[in-house]
């Protein structure tokens, strides 16, 4: 598929459809209950269909305002699209099954399915940390704001990514040295700065846009986005402060 227009709007219908599986199975979650928290429920189908559809939809716009071919836009946004569906099905999976969906190895499958979903996810830091680098290699476009916004969402997606990378090596560690119901909680500490921090790329931009459509002058507009990340920056350090003062 190489009509950028047609890629788009794949990732975006992608997108609106893992929202929607994270809707329903929050449906689901209604009328099964059980518990909202572990390693076995039905808030990992839920927070992470709404996670990757929102994180989906938005990596397609923001990388519109980057200076990167349309060929390898399109390519790497594909890729992206593909492992965001991976990542929430195997998820998703695991919750019918009703067994934990990472750090898994209690069979074959099993543990199919956790190596899966971990190798996802090294595509995906991988994907989004060349996003990353374009942004700062070359100014993004758009209207006032819009280049600091971009920039300050990867940055700090960025971290968002490696505190996912910490929760993952911390519970393989802990799998493999045979502490498996330590694994499952070790990861607490480091979620508030991972969800803090993932959709700062699409917050930033998302106000630098509504911001280019008020009366303001772009001087103005720029010192609200970049009080915003100031903001941003400020939630993010108070999230690894408190990871650093969880953690065991």
């Known amino acids: 598929m190489k009509n950028p227009r047609a890629v788009d709007r794949l990732c975006h219908a992608t997108g609106l459809l893992l929202v929607l599986s994270g809707l329903v199975h929050l449906g689901v979650f209604a009328v099964d209950g059980g518990p909202w928290d572990g390693p076995v429920s039905w808030r990992k189908p839920v927070t992470f269909g709404l996670s990757f559809g929102v994180t989906l939809i938005a990596i397609t716009w923001v990388t519109s305002y980057l200076r990167v071919g349309p060929r390898l836009r399109s390519a790497l946004l594909l890729v992206f699209a593909a492992d965001c569906v991976v990542e929430v099905g195997g998820i998703t999976l695991q919750a019918w099954r009703r067994v934990p969906s990472h750090l898994n190895t209690a069979t074959p499958f099993d543990t199919a399915v956790s190596m899966t979903l971990a190798v996802g996810g090294g595509v995906l830091v991988a994907l989004l940390t060349v996003f990353a680098v374009v942004s700062f290699r070359h100014r993004p476009t758009g209207p006032a704001g819009m280049p600091l916004a971009v920039r300050s969402g990867f940055a700090i997606l960025l971290v968002a990514l490696a505190s996912g990378a910490a929760m993952i090596a911390r519970g393989v560690v802990l799998t493999r040295t045979g502490h498996q119901e330590a694994a499952y909680h070790s990861t607490a500490p480091l979620k508030p700065l991972h969800g803090v921090n993932l959709h700062a790329v699409l917050v930033l931009p ?16 720029g010192r609200i986005v970049a009080a915003a990340v100031g903001c941003y920056t400020a939630a993010v350090a108070g999230a690894g402060a408190w990871a650093v003062l969880t953690y065991r």
């Open 206 to 221: 998302a106000l630098a846009w509504l911001l280019s459509r008020s009366p303001w002058n772009e001087r103005t507009r």
